[in-house]
C-alpha cells in the first residue's frame, strides 16, 4: 500500500508543476484499486495475525475545517488477510 503525506498545498501536487495527472510509478510492479487522488489524507492500519484492515481518510483544506480532521470517517477500508 502507498500513500502520501497528510499535507500539501495546491502548488505542490504532481499536476500543477508537471502538468499531468496522478498516477503510480512505472518502477514498480503493483496492483492499482484505487486511482491516485490529489487530495490531503492519511491511511490508519490496523494489524492483527491474521489480517491488516487499512482505513483510508480524506481531507481538504478548501472544504473542511482543521477541527474535523477529529471527526473524519473512512473513505474506503481494505481488508488483507493473511494467505493460508
Given amino acids: 500500500m502507498l500513500s502520501g503525506p497528510l499535507g500539501s498545498g495546491d502548488l505542490v501536487w504532481a499536476s500543477t508543476f508537471r502538468g499531468i ?3 503510480p510509478s512505472v518502477h ?3 496492483q492499482e484499486d484505487l486511482k491516485p487522488l490529489e487530495e490531503n489524507g492519511f491511511v490508519i492500519a490496523d494489524l492483527t495475525p491474521d489480517k491488516i484492515v487499512l482505513r483510508y481518510f480524506r481531507w481538504n483544506a478548501h472544504r473542511d475545517s482543521v477541527e474535523a480532521i477529529d471527526t ?3 473513505f474506503r477500508a481494505t481488508e488483507l ?3 493460508a
Fill in 72 to 74: 473524519l470517517e473512512p
Fill in 81 to 83: 488477510k493473511r494467505p
Fill in 21 to 23: 495527472g496522478p498516477m
Fill in 28 to 30: 514498480l510492479g503493483m
